[in-house]
Each structure stands twice: as structure tokens, then as C-alpha cells.
């Protein structure tokens, strides 16, 4: 058959006949890549043979077979929405060397109690796995390697061993003879991905990929690649800092607000089960800018320490950092700090840091953030034992947050004599014993009170 040439975004998916410099579908820049696409007749090979060209209603429809299995690590299916579904197909990403293999290797030793596992290496031979596994402790008897990067060779070898699950490490290095670009272009992974799904919904395999990222922290080949998948995964965390963070940018069966915990350590990646304890290990006493957040990931309450330094400019600009929190918004918070609290910020450079490498996301950051920042412009240390969590408007006032109940009872768990919450919250909480709370109604009144 004639070959057809497209040209496909890498950001967004969407295919042109011919190449441009800017996508004219989501307006990316240098994005368009060329793929040979040679059209293929396709068998029905995704739907089973008792599916096939079936007709039924959903009430009548059963999911008892579609049952969830534990991947023996309460962590990853927290994320995952409370364990693997079978037949899914799984995209894991992150940085080299974040840890995206290890824990994949890990949870075959619980898989092989009672699954067949196929892991698919295209990175490392034989023997190279052999040594990871024996540093990693995992030794299986229903663990089958084989080192190979021929999509062809990887469908007959899982044909003829039949493994309930399979991982492919890395989708990049995985090619088709059919395709003539080179592995880890847009049409090889998108064609692998491709089949892999096959795979998964038409023999019921659980398939894990693992991807690579680009320069940018996306998943390295289209965006297409995403869509495919049902659940993607991405770990998060800096190279000189030993925690890692599990999150679900997508799932199609479970939620995308849960976050996993890991300690990297010599014999791989080790669950946390109380990450605020972790986060908090270690904080300064008495010191000037630091104050600890309570932040809702999912269903889990996490307090998170929240440093600032502030210091006169040398220039006539005043420069503004963050790490752990988005730029814009710590911009717009020093901001409304100088205008509603009277703080003159503009001749100060501000510096905003959440230690441990965790990101926040959630506007309830926004009050200890900017307690953090006064304390460090006035130069005197909040109270040791206070947490605080609260929105902050453009007018400065406290506004409530989600979820205030678990918060405070979180803060109260962890040995905090006292606290700082939004006043429209008061109605909703219960103050246990031993806890003071102030209910803050604007920014001047919470700095007032405590600095």
C-alpha cells in the first residue's frame, strides 16, 4: 500500500498534511513531526470474542469479574484508586533515574504470588536486570525477562507464556518493523502504545509502560500517547533529595488527587506511611520565615514546611523566586501583601521554598505562605508549634478552604498547640482539646496576632 506522510504535534495529537512551524490546534511552537503512515485493515482484536458485536444495557452489564488486585504497595494503589484494574493499561513517567523501573521491579515480587509476570527490558539485557533484581531483593518464580525491542517478538513471546501482567521498559526503545522511523519517534510509540492496548482489553493483560520525559516534564512522544493509556503516573521529586512523589495525572478508575510517598533508599523505594512527619523532619526552631502549611492531597491531609527569605535588592528591579509553588501565584500573594498589610515589597527580593520537594497546588497554601513572608521581612519566628491554612483573596481577606475538619484534626495529631484558619471555616470545625485556633478574618489581623 501507497505510504501516506502526516504531520503530527507533539503537544496536542492532531495531524496536518504538512509541516508548519506553529501548531494551528493548540498554537505550540517547532512541535510537528514527520510520520509514514501506511494504512493497515485491522482486525477487531480489542474486544474479546464473547464482546464481540454484542448489544446490552448497562444495568444488565456485570463488573464482578473486573475486580481490583493489590500490587503489594499501599502507596501505589492509593494512587491507582485502591489497586491495579485488570486489562488496564498503565503509563508510568518521570526523570531518569527517579525511580520508575525500581518500583516497577518491586511489586513483581507480590505480583508473582499470584500472576504470571512478563517484564519486557529494552534498556538493559538479561543479566544487567538479573543485578538490579538481586540488589532490589526480588527473586520470583513467575518472573519471565526477556530483553528485546521488537514489538513483533514482544506479542508472540506473551502470546506463548500468557502473563497476566506485563511491563514494558521503556516504550521508547520499543519499535515495528512495519514503521520506518527510528524507535521513540511519534509514529513508533504511537503504533506500540497502540498495540499494547490491544493487548490489555483484548486479552486482559495489565500492561505497566514506562515513559520517558522531555526537557519540559512531559511524557517524551505525542500527547496522543496519554489519551491512549487509562491511568498516567508521574513521579515527582529532585535528585539530591531522597522522597519521591507518586501522582496520578490521569485515571480513568479512580481519582487524580491522590498522592504516593516514597524514600529512595539503597534497597530501593520504601513506602512512607506518614509523609507530613517526613516533610517536617528536621525544621528549624525560633527562626525567622518558616511556616507549616496544611494541604489537602486527595483525601489526605499533608503539612508541609513553607520557608521565605526576604533581603534588600541590589538592583532596581526586586527578584522573585519559588520552588514548590507556582511563580504567578506567590507573585500575586507578595503582592496583596504589600498593599493590604502594608508591607513595602518592592524593595525587598522575596525567596519562597517548600521543603522536601513536594509542589502545592492548592490555594490553601496561600495564608502560611505569606505568614512565612512577614515573618521573614520583620525578622521574628512564628511560634513553633503553629499551623495555619487558608485562601487569600486580592483583598486580603481569609477565605474557607475544603475539608477544614481533617485539617485541623491532622495538625492536632502531629503535636501543634496552635493554628490559623479562615473565620467563614469557624461553623464547620470542631477544635479538639489541647488546640488553640485562631479564625482569621483578613491577612492584617492574622500578622497582628502573631508577628
Not at 526586586?318 to 509553588?325: D, E, L, T, V
Request: glycine letters at 10%; aromatic letters at 6%; hydrophobic letters at 40%.
Amino acid at each position: 500500500m501507497k505510504q501516506k506522510t502526516v504531520y503530527v504535534c507533539n503537544q496536542c495529537g492532531n495531524e496536518f498534511p504538512k509541516w508548519s512551524g506553529k501548531c494551528f490546534a493548540c498554537g505550540a511552537w517547532n512541535s510537528l513531526s514527520e510520520m509514514n503512515v501506511v494504512p493497515q485493515k485491522r482486525g477487531n482484536t480489542i474486544e474479546s470474542k464473547e464482546q464481540k458485536g454484542t448489544l446490552a444495557s448497562i444495568q444488565e452489564i456485570s463488573v464482578q469479574d473486573e475486580l481490583r488486585f493489590d500490587t503489594g504497595m499501599g502507596e501505589l494503589n492509593r494512587v491507582l484508586g485502591g489497586g491495579a484494574v485488570s486489562g488496564s493499561l498503565v503509563l508510568v513517567g518521570g526523570e531518569p533515574g527517579i525511580g520508575k523501573s525500581t518500583i516497577l521491579l518491586q511489586i513483581c515480587e507480590k505480583l508473582c504470588c499470584k500472576s504470571k509476570v512478563l517484564y519486557i527490558s529494552g534498556e538493559e539485557s538479561v543479566r544487567q536486570l538479573k543485578l538490579r533484581a538481586n540488589r532490589l531483593g526480588v527473586n520470583p518464580e513467575n518472573l519471565f525477562v526477556y530483553a528485546g525491542t521488537d514489538m513483533d517478538d514482544i506479542v508472540s513471546v506473551a502470546e506463548r507464556i500468557s502473563p497476566e501482567i506485563m511491563i514494558i521498559d521503556s516504550i521508547q526503545t520499543v519499535y515495528k518493523s512495519e514503521v520506518t522511523s527510528t524507535p521513540g519517534s511519534v509514529s513508533q510509540v504511537r503504533e506500540c502504545t497502540l498495540q499494547c492496548m490491544e493487548l490489555a482489553k483484548g486479552k486482559g493483560i495489565t500492561v505497566f509502560v514506562v515513559g520517558h520525559v522531555n526537557k519540559d516534564g512531559y511524557i517524551a512522544g505525542p500527547k496522543v500517547l496519554e489519551h491512549m493509556v487509562d491511568c498516567v503516573l508521574y513521579f515527582e521529586g529532585e535528585k539530591n533529595n531522597s522522597y519521591r512523589i507518586l501522582r496520578a495525572a490521569k485515571n480513568r478508575y479512580g481519582s487524580t488527587n491522590e498522592i504516593g510517598v516514597f524514600e529512595m533508599l539503597d534497597k530501593g523505594l520504601v513506602e512512607v506511611k506518614n509523609p507530613s512527619a517526613a516533610l517536617l523532619e528536621g525544621r528549624p526552631t525560633d527562626v525567622p520565615g518558616t511556616c507549616v502549611a496544611c494541604v489537602m492531597e486527595g483525601t489526605r491531609p499533608i503539612l508541609a514546611e513553607i520557608q521565605a527569605l526576604v533581603a534588600a535588592t541590589a538592583y532596581g528591579t526586586a527578584r522573585r523566586m519559588s520552588s514548590g509553588i507556582d511563580y504567578n501565584r506567590s507573585a500575586l500573594l507578595l503582592a496583596v501583601l504589600e498593599k493590604r498589610a502594608g508591607f513595602k515589597m518592592g524593595n525587598y527580593d522575596a525567596y519562597i521554598n517548600v521543603v522536601g520537594g513536594l509542589k502545592i497546588d492548592e490555594t490553601s497554601a496561600d495564608l502560611p505562605t505569606l505568614l512565612a513572608v512577614a515573618s521573614a521581612c520583620r525578622d521574628k519566628p512564628l511560634p513553633c508549634d503553629l499551623a495555619s491554612f487558608g485562601e487569600i483573596g486580592l483583598t486580603g481577606e481569609i477565605r474557607s478552604v475544603s475539608a477544614p475538619q481533617q485539617r485541623i484534626n491532622e495538625i492536632k495529631r502531629l503535636g501543634f498547640k496552635r493554628c490559623v484558619a479562615p473565620r467563614q471555616n469557624a461553623k464547620e470545625i470542631v477544635v479538639p482539646e489541647g488546640l488553640e485556633v485562631l479564625f482569621a478574618k483578613n491577612i492584617r489581623e492574622a500578622i497582628a496576632a502573631l508577628i
